[in-house]
């Protein structure tokens, strides 16, 4: 696993906490009267360099009303997503105007239209408008409680891909991408069983969230197991330089976003972004 991914996930988490004491507009996804509206988060995938404090979008506004700046929610970084969690934006369906700033020049002015539910807004370009996703949330994830009969068994937690991957030139999109796991392939992503997790997706696209299998490694805990990730072409060959490796926990709906340049600065990498359903 790559720390600096759950360091950003970590303070993006804290950062949304802080916002939702002060902003109407975030709401939780349990929360009643939500019936008929759009409920969004907004993520920054746009292939530049995420530590560079020239990328970072100083304040987001939504339907004209801040929702996040340096001294409330945060700047929105590379790779990052506004709200947090399981928080989310949420406003009447329809037209929503989105805008990013930088100091107090409009650098993003994009008005989508968003349906009723949750949505997912990635942002790739500053030129060009979003691509809106479903969220998936209806989906559930369930485990056996446990028992004498059920002691030390396996079970599971969820994942999609979500590709956003580009070629070197950091414009042209990569092709289809097929992800896979493997719960046994020690060190190596050539080695040992290896899963898909849905079908290839094109860029842009999302897979289903689907189920892996967590061999849990630590009695008395919540359970986790370290997966290793891996995207092969359509021919079944393994992609050089897609493998990553994570800490997966029972029971959490994952979502991994290929992102970056093939090839390319910053090269191939993925952000994981966790919701408790």
Request: with cysteine; proline share 3%; aromatic share 12%.
């Amino acid at each position: 696993m790559k720390a600096r991914h759950y360091i950003l996930m970590a303070l993006c988490a804290a950062l949304a906490a802080i916002s939702c004491q002060k902003h109407a507009l975030i709401t939780y996804i349990d929360n009643e009267g939500t019936e008929g509206k759009a409920l969004f988060q907004i993520i920054d995938i746009i292939p530049v360099n995420a530590n560079a404090a020239a990328n970072a979008i100083d304040s987001v506004f939504v339907n004209g009303k801040i929702v996040s700046r340096p001294a409330g929610a945060g700047q929105l970084k590379p790779k990052g997503i506004l709200p947090y969690g399981n928080t989310f934006y949420t406003v009447n369906a329809g037209n929503v105007q989105i805008q990013f700033y930088k100091a107090d020049q409009v650098i993003y002015d994009q008005t989508v239209s968003l349906p009723a539910g949750m949505s997912e807004v990635y942002v790739y370009n500053l030129e060009q408008a979003p691509v809106i996703l479903d969220h998936q949330g209806d989906f559930q994830v369930h485990s056996e409680k446990g028992s004498a009969a059920t002691y030390q068994m396996d079970s599971v937690a969820s994942f999609r891909l979500v590709h956003f991957l580009f070629q070197a030139d950091g414009v042209t999109p990569y092709g289809k991408l097929q992800y896979q796991y493997s719960n046994n392939s020690g060190s190596s992503y050539t080695a040992g069983d290896w899963h898909n997790l849905g079908e290839p997706v094109s860029w842009g696209e999302s897979t289903t969230r689907n189920l892996a299998v967590v061999h849990k490694t630590v009695n008395n805990s919540s359970g986790s197991q370290t997966l290793r990730f891996r995207c092969v072409d359509e021919n079944g060959n393994y992609i050089s330089g897609s493998g990553d490796y994570w800490t997966t926990y029972l029971g959490r709906a994952n979502t991994h976003v290929a992102n970056g340049r093939a090839g390319g600065s910053p090269g191939w990498n993925y952000a994981q972004f966790i919701n408790n359903y």
